[in-house]
């Protein structure tokens, strides 16, 4: 009973946080989140730095997944300690990944890329796991190791699909140019990007128009996703739970390209459609060499318990702060501010 009052805490709280994403954030008034200035001109103005909602939404999205991936193997009572020394590691691995594979696959320098990032960092994780436990640091079994990163995967994705919608990237089609079935499905649900300085204006020139909402569906089939398999996890259902996590949320990315029109490589099918194919045979390979080992059956109290820690929350600050500064800069807008006196107020 306990692991299901859980899980439904937490599909709440994620509902809450959709609904007012999806409202709010194709808004022109939610990309820039603060602007720095750095120079002054020559006119009297600032040149500015702009930090972005895209960096602020994305940080929290890895901090929660971080924090779900620390939950659950805190209920398999491993110490916050060695899981998020792994999780710092496939960090490491995966952030720089998210751009290189984006700089190799788009030829753009200036963005980043989940899928491409999600792909390296669950292939690394079985070695990286099996390398900590040859030195003795720590005794995870692989599988439910991985259970829990597709799950915080899953989770961490479809949280940080609202950071696409304020950025208003990995967009999708035009109604105008879908099936009449399409238009009927997505008319009263379609997202409408305003402000010249998203994505979608300056890539397509589609900002003020109706398009298929993909970053909205896309945050629901994932974390949807990632409720059921954490079910399935705390039932000690490990291999279920990774096939789940995994399958779901990769047949959905490729899927779900279907939908998008912004660019995505070259070929008939993308890289990344390639890449999330490749990865729905991954957890039946997985299965198969790595053995389940033994571990307890999951109390998601103990794991509740180990994240009331002083040191384990400054370290999820940093990790929050670290992403927010490495995604957060904007590299694609500029900012002219001005300061004055109200004088009224003298």
Same mark, same amino acid.
């Given at each position: $009973?306990?692991?299901?009052?859980?899980?439904?805490?937490?599909?709440?709280?994620?509902?809450?946080?959709?609904?007012?994403?999806?409202?709010?954030?194709?808004?022109?008034?939610?990309?820039?989140?603060?602007?720095?200035?750095?120079?002054?001109?020559?006119?009297?103005? +600032?040149?500015?730095?702009?930090?972005?909602?895209?960096? $602020?939404?994305?940080?929290?999205?890895?901090?929660? *997944?971080?924090?779900?991936?620390?939950?659950? $193997?805190?209920?398999?009572?491993?110490? +916050?300690?060695?899981?998020?020394?792994?999780?710092?590691?496939?960090?490491?691995?995966?952030?720089?990944?998210?751009?290189?594979? *984006?700089?190799?696959?788009?030829?753009?320098?200036?963005?980043?890329?989940?899928?491409?990032?999600?792909?390296?960092? #669950?292939?690394?994780?079985?070695?990286?796991?099996?390398?900590?436990?040859?030195?003795?640091?720590?005794?995870?079994?692989?599988?439910?190791?991985?259970?829990?990163?597709?799950?915080?995967?899953?989770?961490?994705?479809?949280?940080?699909?609202?950071?696409?919608?304020?950025?208003?990237?990995?967009?999708?089609?035009?109604?105008?140019?879908?099936?009449?079935? #399409?238009?009927?499905?997505?008319?009263?649900?379609?997202?409408?990007?305003?402000?010249?300085?998203?994505?979608?204006?300056?890539?397509?020139?589609?900002?003020?128009?109706?398009?298929?909402?993909?970053?909205?569906?896309?945050?629901?089939?994932?974390?949807?996703?990632?409720?059921?398999?954490?079910?399935?996890?705390?039932?000690?259902?490990?291999?279920?739970?990774?096939?789940?996590?995994?399958?779901?949320?990769?047949?959905?990315?490729?899927?779900?390209?279907?939908?998008?029109?912004?660019?995505?490589?070259?070929?008939?099918?993308? *890289?990344?459609?390639?890449?999330?194919?490749?990865?729905?045979?991954?957890?039946?390979?997985?299965?198969?060499?790595?053995?389940?080992?033994?571990?307890?059956?999951?109390?998601?109290?103990?794991?509740?318990?180990?994240?009331?820690?002083?040191?384990?929350?400054?370290?999820?600050?940093?990790?929050? #702060?670290?992403?927010?500064?490495?995604?957060?800069?904007?590299?694609?807008?500029?900012?002219?501010?001005?300061?004055?006196?109200?004088?009224?107020?003298?």
């Amino acid at each position: $009973m306990t692991n299901i009052l859980f899980v439904f805490a937490l599909s709440v709280l994620l509902t809450i946080s959709l609904w007012w994403g999806f409202k709010k954030l194709p808004g022109d008034n939610r990309q820039i989140l603060a602007a720095i200035p750095l120079c002054k001109r020559d006119s009297g103005t +600032w040149e500015g730095l702009n930090l972005t909602y895209y960096g $602020m939404l994305t940080a929290s999205a890895q901090v929660f *997944a971080v924090s779900i991936m620390l939950i659950l $193997m805190g209920a398999l009572n491993r110490t +916050w300690t060695e899981t998020l020394f792994l999780v710092v590691i496939l960090l490491g691995v995966c952030v720089p990944a998210s751009r290189l594979i *984006a700089r190799i696959v788009e030829k753009k320098t200036s963005t980043f890329t989940v899928g491409g990032a999600s792909f390296i960092g #669950m292939l690394s994780a079985p070695f990286i796991l099996s390398a900590a436990n040859m030195t003795g640091f720590c005794t995870i079994p692989v599988i439910p190791f991985l259970a829990a990163i597709a799950i915080s995967y899953a989770f961490g994705e479809g949280i940080g699909r609202l950071a696409c919608i304020s950025f208003g990237c990995c967009y999708g089609k035009p109604l105008s140019q879908c099936s009449p079935l #399409m238009r009927r499905l997505f008319s009263k649900t379609c997202f409408v990007f305003n402000g010249k300085t998203k994505k979608i204006s300056y890539e397509s020139g589609l900002d003020g128009q109706e398009v298929i909402p993909v970053q909205a569906l896309t945050s629901i089939v994932y974390l949807s996703t990632g409720l059921v398999a954490m079910l399935f996890f705390l039932g000690a259902s490990y291999a279920v739970a990774l096939i789940i996590a995994t399958c779901c949320t990769q047949l959905w990315r490729f899927v779900s390209e279907l939908f998008r029109a912004d660019f995505r490589g070259g070929g008939r099918l993308s *890289a990344y459609q390639i890449m999330s194919l490749l990865l729905v045979c991954y957890p039946f390979a997985v299965t198969v060499f790595f053995p389940p080992g033994r571990t307890s059956v999951p109390d998601i109290m103990l794991g509740l318990k180990g994240m009331v820690n002083p040191l384990l929350i400054l370290c999820l600050q940093s990790i929050w #702060m670290i992403v927010f500064f490495y995604l957060g800069k904007s590299k694609v807008t500029g900012a002219t501010i001005s300061f004055y006196v109200r004088k009224d107020r003298i």
